[in-house]
């Protein structure tokens, strides 16, 4: 089955969406840089039109800030942007655990517990950035355990900012109780304990949130 052109101009803009992302993400384009819409075309190989609807999505999920006289600039993410993002975090997260406490299929217990495997190799090793995106793995997987599309739907906008959250704030020495605090969690899922599992949810974020204010100079 061959793409449409309606289905390929989707599937390009999809792809610079997610580079941009990506980029913003891992830091190679910091907060305050400047992103010229013509630049980045030339620079990607790809019209104008995709990546103008990437960069307004983009702005939409926060990434990006217009400002007068300057344009579309990377978004910063400080103390009270992380305030804001943790304390919807907290809820949906305690939901989303509680919910796969009681949905989550043993395929679906096998997968985190193949992520967490990773995650502590990884940590165990000095592998930051693989650290970091296995970490954000895990809590996707969790929310996808849920077993409900509407939280699913909500919660996908906040990954990419979960991401970048984490790779800003991270470091060695948050990894190995970062682990551990999965693995409670996980364990808490497996024994179908809702309450116990949306508690860990909670305290685990509120600790990653010290933490990343800490991180951010709050």
């Not at 800030?65 to 400080?78: C, E, N, T």
């Not at 739907?153 to 190995?176: K, Y």
């Not at 364990?187 to 974020?205: N, Q, S």
């Amino acid at each position: 089955m061959t793409d449409t052109p309606g289905d390929a101009h989707q599937s390009l803009r999809d792809l610079v969406y997610v580079q941009l992302r990506e980029r913003i993400i891992e830091g190679e384009y910091p907060a305050g840089r400047r992103l010229v819409e013509r630049e980045l075309a030339e620079t990607m190989g790809v019209s104008r039109v995709p990546v103008r609807e990437a960069m307004q999505r983009l702005e939409t999920e926060g990434f990006l800030a217009v400002q007068a006289r300057k344009g579309a600039v990377v978004a910063g993410f400080g103390p009270a942007d992380a305030e804001h993002f943790f304390a919807v975090r907290e809820s949906l997260e305690a939901l989303a655990a509680s919910l796969a406490a009681q949905h989550a299929t043993p395929a679906g217990l096998k997968s985190l517990e193949r992520i967490l495997a990773r995650t502590r190799r990884a940590a165990e090793a000095g592998r930051l950035r693989e650290t970091v995106g296995l970490n954000a793995d895990f809590h996707r997987a969790i929310v996808e355990l849920s077993g409900n599309p509407l939280l699913q739907d909500m919660m996908a906008p906040l990954d990419g900012r979960l991401r970048r959250l984490f790779r800003l704030t991270s470091g060695p020495e948050s990894s190995t109780p970062m682990c551990t605090e999965h693995e409670q969690l996980l364990a808490a899922i497996r024994a179908r304990d809702p309450e116990a599992a949306a508690d860990l949810a909670r305290r685990h974020v509120a600790g990653t949130r010290a933490f990343a204010l800490a991180a951010l100079g709050s």
